[in-house]
């Protein structure tokens, strides 16, 4: 299984961003898609995670100004990020929890990551 992640890149404070990631590979089921963050020096954070029919979940720091979604039938989710801050500026992860044919066990996959700097 992998996970490629697209979208990061340079915008000014109070712009706007999305990030898509594509899961591909030998995937029977995604239990959940995420996103998340890891800033310089700092502990890589959870930004948003959408379950598999269940609700969604956001950082405090990103409630009102971020959204997640997800389009099971092609194993993608999106993180469309609006009211950009100086603060957001980071690595972000796309996550997911995978079951495959192979394995009733589901796994954690991680993308590449793609880096967001938000700065004028």
């Known amino acids: 299984v992998q996970l490629q992640a697209f979208g990061g890149g340079l915008v000014q404070p109070g712009g706007s961003l999305r990030l898509s990631c594509a899961a591909s590979g030998n995937i029977f089921s995604i239990k959940y898609m995420a996103w998340y963050r890891q800033a310089p020096g700092k502990q890589r954070e959870l930004v948003a995670v959408m379950p598999s029919g269940g609700s969604t979940n956001y950082a405090d720091s990103v409630k009102g100004r971020f959204t997640i979604s997800r389009d099971s039938a092609k194993n993608t989710v999106t993180l469309q990020m609006n009211s950009l801050k100086p603060e957001d500026t980071a690595v972000y992860y796309c996550?997911?929890?995978?079951?495959?044919?192979?394995?009733?066990?589901?796994?954690?996959?991680w993308g590449q990551g793609t880096l967001v700097t938000v700065s004028s």
């Open positions: 996550n997911a929890l995978v079951r495959t044919y192979v394995s009733e066990t589901p796994y954690d996959y």
